[in-house]
């Protein structure tokens, strides 16, 4: 396999994880071109996020795993599909659904997820966080 083929590889295993709620390929999606994120997104399936992927981020950011502003990047790029910033010129952004069955509730903590650090509803307490955790578990 050439370079170009194994980092596509590797940026797309990275990608596929986000989507299940692992942010532990934050980092490579981060430092990746618009052009290398939607030709990794090409070779992968239908991404779409689901509760557990949710709930997994819930329980990071519960337990402290990552800090708030990786979780609330995480929710920016599952939101928009791109990495905001990082590309310059016209932006398509990678397509990620959310599940048929639960988009009303998925894009409503997504959405509370990327306001996170923001000046106004910028924190979400325990109790808020318990919330969306049972939402999800139902």
Not at 34 to 50: F, V
Not at 68 to 94: K, L, M, N
Request: charged content about 25%; hydrophobic content about 45%.
């Amino acid at each position: 396999m050439d370079t170009w083929g194994a980092v596509m590889e590797t940026l797309a295993a990275a990608i596929s994880a986000i989507v299940e709620g692992d942010l532990n390929g934050l980092a490579a999606v981060q430092a990746a071109t618009h052009r290398q994120l939607r030709d990794a997104a090409a070779i992968l399936p239908p991404l779409i996020i689901s509760r557990p992927a949710l709930v997994r981020v819930l329980e990071d950011l519960r337990c402290d795993l990552f800090p708030t502003e990786e979780i609330q990047r995480w929710a920016s790029f599952i939101r928009r599909g791109y990495v905001p910033g990082r590309s310059q010129g016209e932006i398509h952004p990678i397509e990620i659904k959310y599940d048929a069955n639960d988009e009303a509730l998925i894009a409503e903590i997504i959405g509370r997820l990327d306001e996170l650090g923001d000046q106004v509803d910028g924190q979400i307490d325990s109790h808020e966080q318990e919330a969306m955790l049972l939402a999800l578990r139902e």
